[in-house]
């Protein structure tokens, strides 16, 4: 019994710690989201990194790719964690796969910000990242059979999701293959038969999380109206490859198939027993979803669609299905493991957020078609504004610490110069550089930004680790030592200019001030 508490603990621990950070990277999306608005505002810097193109690239890419899908990931071992409890060399297993999904994130969001995009709507990442997804997906196989070994007979549920996850890492890279794949193929409309299938993949999803969130056992009614759907989205699929293209009704057709998960939904919402907190979190959802899936239908009416195609109204469309509709599916599903959830003003200012968005893209919308007389560039700030309001629910789990040791400070300020300063120099060194009289290639300087912003990780991971603080500083003086000879090497035989003395003097003063004040002490200390 000891022991499966232990592991139980472990797993929530691993479940607390991977949602915190993950949820940074979510928060990393909307910051670079508000910067694209600003952007469409007039409010261009001339950076290599921070131009428009790179700023949406890189807001959908992590909307897409990054918390969401990440955490989704988790729902089979939440229900299994439920059921039968946990396993410890899974939870191994788990905790590579998401290291590696978060090794992806960083090539992703570094790739995206000097350049690389494809100019695709949903998938503007180098194909070749698919690998490391790939790669992570092997983990995740490994980490569900050493949990599924914990049951005595598998549930039908399993051995589908089994099935699935072993064929996933194959048909991801098929898939997003830009020669015989289909993402490049399929990037213009209207495409029913995908929306159709996107609905369908969130069905399962939806009724695992109810499964996850029932206080007793869940038995789903009215199936019909999901297998419907499911045979027909795989005919076309099999139309596609063996005969051609779909007519638009065709595609009309199976568009309006989706409707049928309207009363699907009501009805598994209806028979299920969760509690108060969770069912708020899981109808935001469920709401969100079937609005999206009524108004994607009258928006695919021919004399309509081609009204709103491509503008605003789409976009506001988007914001609702993966801002309140997907994230609101994770948060139900975490909300009894993840204490900050429960915060609920926090929640409400993400709400309000994400739907002032959607309300000031929709009119937005409506004046591009020609049916409103409100100017598009009064909404988009308001757009900008609202999209403010929605960043600010990451504060419910950002813990402000107001009291520091000396040598804490002096971590805080190595974090706050060198971790923050690194990025910035990245973000902006192309704008400033000339500014201030300095060359830049814009080649060798982003890989000198990176080591910047490494010294400020190992300053704070010094101030996170109290125990190891001591031998992570020193590590952190050591490397600034090399780091600021070197400087003054490139800077004195001329190969470097002035931008080399100061970054020299700059980490001198931090060894400096190590070698004064903190050095001695920690000498005396272990006499």
């Known amino acids: 019994m000891e022991k499966l508490i232990n592991t139980s ?6 479940i607390n710690k991977h949602f915190k950070i993950s949820i940074a990277f979510f928060a990393i999306g909307l910051f670079f989201g508000i910067v694209y608005s600003l952007n469409l505002l007039g409010f261009i810097i001339d950076s290599q990194t921070l131009n428009p193109v790179n700023m949406r690239a890189i807001h959908i890419s992590l909307m897409l790719y990054g918390f969401v899908p990440l955490m989704l990931s988790y729902l089979p071992f939440l229900l299994i964690n439920k059921e039968v409890g946990s396993s410890k060399e899974g939870v191994r297993y788990l905790n590579l796969y998401t290291l590696i999904w978060y090794i992806f994130l960083v090539f992703m969001i570094v790739s995206l910000l000097l350049g690389k995009n494809r100019g695709l709507a949903f998938y503007d990442f180098a194909y070749e990242l698919n690998f490391l997804l ?5 983990f995740y196989i490994l980490a569900l059979y050493k949990f599924i070994k914990l049951y005595t007979v598998l549930p039908l549920w399993i051995k589908v999701c089994l099935r699935v996850v072993i064929i996933a890492p194959i048909t991801l890279l098929i898939l997003m293959n830009p020669t015989i794949g289909q993402v490049e193929s399929t990037v213009s409309g209207p495409h029913g038969d995908n929306t159709l299938g996107m609905s369908l993949a969130l069905i399962p999803i939806y009724y695992l999380i109810i499964k996850l969130l029932n206080e007793c056992e869940f038995k789903a009614r009215w199936n019909i109206l999901w297998i419907i759907p499911t045979v027909f989205y795989f005919g076309s699929v099999l139309y596609r490859i063996f005969i051609g293209h779909l007519s638009y009704n065709q595609e009309w057709f199976l568009q309006y198939l989706t409707l049928l998960y309207v009363p699907l939904l009501y009805r598994w919402y209806k028979d299920s027993t969760i509690s108060d907190v969770a069912k708020k979190a899981l109808l935001v959802s469920i709401l969100a979803f079937l609005f999206v899936d009524v108004e994607g239908n009258i928006l695919f009416i021919p004399e309509i669609r081609w009204v709103f195609h491509r503008n605003d109204l789409i976009v506001a469309h988007a914001h609702v299905a993966m801002g309140i509709g997907v994230f609101f599916m994770v948060i139900s599903m975490f909300i009894n493991h993840i204490k900050e959830l429960h ?4 929640l409400k200012i993400y709400l309000v957020g994400i739907l002032g968005i959607f309300t000031a893209l929709s009119i937005s919308g409506f004046t591009q078609a020609g049916f409103s007389l409100v100017e598009t560039y009064t909404l988009w700030i308001f757009r900008t504004l609202f999209g403010v309001v929605t960043f600010g629910f990451i504060f419910a789990f950002v813990k402000i610490k107001t009291s520091y040791s000396k040598l804490g400070f002096y971590n805080l300020i190595g974090v706050l110069s060198d971790g923050l300063g690194g990025v910035f120099l990245i973000l902006l060194a192309s704008f400033l550089y000339p500014i201030l009289g300095f060359s830049f290639s814009g080649v060798y300087e982003y890989v000198v930004f990176t080591f910047v912003s490494m010294t400020g ?10 125990s190891y603080q001591y031998i992570l500083t020193k590590l952190s003086v050591i490397i600034r030592v090399f780091a600021s000879s070197m400087f003054f090497a490139l800077y004195s035989s001329g190969k470097l200019g002035i931008e080399a003395l100061v970054i020299c003097l700059f980490d001198l003063t931090f060894v400096f001030v190590y070698l004064i004040f903190f050095e001695k002490k920690e000498f005396l200390c272990k006499d």
Do not use: M, R, T
């Open 9 to 14: 603990n472990n797993f929530e621990q691993f």
């Open 134 to 138: 790939a790669f992570a997906g092997l």
């Open 343 to 346: 915060k609920e003003k926090f």
């Open 457 to 466: 990780i190992i300053h704070y991971l010094a101030l996170k680790n109290e």
